[in-house]
T-cell receptor, first 114, second 109 residues
Framework: NAGVTQTPKFQVLKTGQSMTLQCAQD?????MSWYRQDPGMGLRLIHY???????DQGEVPNGYNVSRSTTEDFPLRLLSAAPSQTSVYFC?????????????FGPGTRLLVL | LAKTTQPISMDSYEGQEVNITCSHN???????ITWYQQFPSQGPRFIIQ???TKVTNEVASLFIPADRKSSTLSLPRVSLSDTAVYYC??????????FGTGTRLTVIP
């Protein structure tokens, strides 16, 4: 299993541009989520999904959209990039998000917005 | 979500046992305590999880007192490769995890 994969590894955007961060998992996990991590900080939840067709907002959802059309994929869209969105983005998955489950994290996408 | 409090940083020499304590005074009955490890430029990685008493795996031990208001992650005989940030999380499951700033452990040769 490849686990959780993310593309691209690194991206530079100009203010106002849009882009999609890709996340895929091959473990047939129902639960997927996106976090952002700013320098020296912990991870903050952006959006999450408990299954295909179901998404919900996390702690910091503004400026981001998600969709979950398949179990495997959970893309994160930046609608109009702002310098405040410069961060490292991590995608994670878990079997169902239930008790005693743990999350598996991808390697991250480093985003710089100029 | 129950919030947690951990030391911001710790230093240890190679070969020593390291204990990182986490305070979670508002832990709920159905919450589990989970510790993650994060190396620079990588995503967090699960280390250990427990509900009460003591849990041990090949990497670490987790001590949880009866009142569950705190927990201690114990890393035996640390090496340089254990230098990382360690996060203590309290939640009923894997959903909607709240990561604080964690504890930055530096292992010194």
């Amino acid at each position: 299993n490849a686990g959780v994969t993310q593309t691209p590894k690194f991206q530079v955007l100009k203010t106002g541009q849009s882009m999609t961060l890709q996340c895929a998992q091959d473990m047939n996990h129902e639960y997927m989520s996106w976090y952002r991590q700013d320098p020296g900080m912990g991870l903050r939840l952006i959006h999450y999904s408990v299954g295909a067709g179901i998404t919900d907002q996390g702690e910091v959802p503004n400026g981001y959209n998600v969709s979950r059309s398949t179990t495997e994929d959970f893309p994160l869209r930046l609608l109009s990039a702002a310098p405040s969105q410069t961060s490292v983005y991590f995608c994670a998955s878990s079997p169902g998000g239930g008790q005693q489950e743990t999350q598996y994290f991808g390697p991250g996408t480093r985003l710089l917005v100029l | 979500l129950a919030k947690t409090t951990q030391p911001i940083s710790m230093d240890s020499y190679e070969g020593q046992e390291v204990n990182i304590t986490c305070s979670h005074n508002n832990i709920a009955t159905n919450d589990y305590i989970t510790w993650y490890q994060q190396f620079p430029s990588q995503g967090p990685r699960f280390i250990i999880q427990g509900y009460k008493t003591k849990v041990t795996n090949e990497v670490a031990s987790l001590f949880i007192p009866a009142d569950r208001k705190s927990s201690t992650l114990s890393l035996p005989r640390v090496s340089l490769s254990d230098t990382a940030v360690y996060y203590c999380l309290v939640a009923p499951g894997a959903n909607n995890l709240f990561f604080g700033t964690g504890t930055r452990l530096t292992v010194i040769p």
